[in-house]
């Protein structure tokens, strides 16, 4: 089945500095890649929506500029988390869609839970 | 805009009781629906799915039934184990390049 592998699975960072997550479709083509944001015991936020090759979209709230998010190629899509504070202290997943998935479920990446100290 | 309704956790139950999650959902036109699972630590699995009226999602004892008329997607279970202690969250998507909406999640604690 298509697989979804996110990187890192867990990062710690000091306040102020910048953090790269990585998430990478294995064994599809992924046209389309959604991040997402969990706080502790709450659901997921939905945060933007990457196309290959064209600027994310952000949803209201979420500062583009704090987090960059790059999908360069159709395998792999960054989110930088910039000039980190506590506050940014979460859970991150991505999730891909491929050319043919119409409206089947999204693949999701394990999660990188991020601790900025 | 399309939302997803769960009932509130966290639900506690003995081993082998029967579950039930309650959910519901607006949206505008007829979407897929969604359980996924969130054990401790770790990300999503899509646990069943239905994508359209009448549909029954089943898996690993799991079952939901996508109801239009009450705009539902209650997922049940059976006979619960502790082992299915975790988050459920209930979703929606609809075709096209368009996220999956989420309800808050319902945390189980089955214990033995």
């Known amino acids: 089945g298509a697989v979804v592998s996110q990187h890192p699975s867990w990062v710690i960072c000091k306040s102020g500095t910048s953090v790269k997550i990585e998430c990478r479709s294995l064994?599809?083509?992924?046209?389309?890649m959604f991040w997402y944001r969990q706080f502790p015991k709450q659901s997921l936020m939905l945060m933007a929506t990457?196309?290959?090759?064209?600027?994310?979209?952000?949803e209201q709230g979420v500062e583009k500029d704090k987090f960059l998010i790059n999908h360069a190629s159709l395998t792999l899509s960054t989110l930088t988390v910039t000039s980190a504070h506590p506050e940014d202290s979460s859970f991150y997943i991505c999730?891909?869609?491929?050319?043919?998935?119409?409206?089947?479920?999204?693949?999701f990446g394990n999660g990188t839970r991020l601790t900025v100290t | 805009g399309d939302s997803v309704t769960q009932m509130e956790g966290p639900v506690t139950l003995s081993e082998e009781a029967f579950l039930t999650i309650n959910c519901t959902y607006t949206?505008?036109?007829?979407?897929?629906l969604f359980w996924y699972v969130q054990y401790p630590g770790e990300g999503l699995q899509l646990l069943l799915k239905a994508t359209k009226a009448d549909d029954k999602g089943s898996n690993k004892g799991f079952e939901a039934t996508y109801r239009k008329e009450t705009t539902s997607f209650h997922l049940e279970k059976g006979s619960v184990q502790v082992s299915d202690s975790a988050v459920y969250f209930c979703?929606?998507?609809?075709?096209?390049?368009?996220?999956?909406?989420f309800g808050k999640g319902t945390r189980l604690s089955v214990i033995a």
């Open positions: 990457s196309n290959e090759g064209s600027k994310a979209t952000y």
């Open positions: 949206a505008t036109g007829y979407p897929s």
């Open positions: 979703a929606l998507r609809f075709s096209g390049n368009t996220p999956l909406v």
């Open positions: 064994d599809f083509q992924a046209t389309t």
């Open positions: 999730s891909a869609r491929g050319l043919a998935d119409g409206n089947s479920p999204l693949h």
